[in-house]
């Protein structure tokens, strides 16, 4: 799969509601997973592979080998609280690191590839991971959650390097 890199037009798309849990959606979810595996990446929202629908895949951090993943479809976040600051990248804007706050507890409500609603209370990285690819299906990238003089900087930087 190709990873749509900024400024892509799709990154910055609302994404609509998957409406079936069917074949295709299991087939490009472990397409997904092997992409973002294949580049070293921990998450990957359906938008950054041109697909306008809800649903990402991420990295499961709570095994340790780091070699499950997980797939959110339909993703809610039901509770947020706290602050955290985390110095994140992005698969589609290759090469740029920025510090961003995010929330430090979160609740997240999804289906799973079983049609199964599931429900996360993630910390620390898995936390931030979920926070930033939910932001994928809003059609926001991390830049948009650093303050307006941080992010015209960072951006102007991006888009000199990107040319």
Do not use: W
């Amino acid at each position: 799969m190709e990873i749509k890199i900024y400024p892509d037009p799709i990154l910055l798309e609302n994404c609509n509601d998957v409406v079936n849990i069917d074949e295709d959606l299991v087939s490009t979810a472990k397409e997904m997973i092997d992409t973002m595996k294949s580049v070293e990446g921990i998450g990957l929202a359906a938008p950054q592979v041109g697909i306008l629908q809800r649903f990402f895949v991420c990295i499961d951090f709570s095994d340790e080998n780091r070699e499950e993943s997980l797939v959110l479809i339909n993703p809610q976040i039901t509770k947020k609280e706290g602050r955290i600051e985390s110095k994140e990248g992005c698969l589609s804007i290759p090469g740029f690191y920025e510090y961003v706050y995010r929330y430090e507890n979160i609740e997240i409500k999804a289906l799973d590839l079983d049609g199964k609603e599931v429900v996360y209370n993630p910390q620390g990285l898995q936390s931030v991971v979920f926070q930033h690819e939910y932001d994928h299906l809003d059609g926001i990238l991390f830049p948009d959650r650093m303050s307006q003089i941080k992010k015209d900087i960072f951006m102007k930087k991006i888009k000199r390097e990107l040319k």
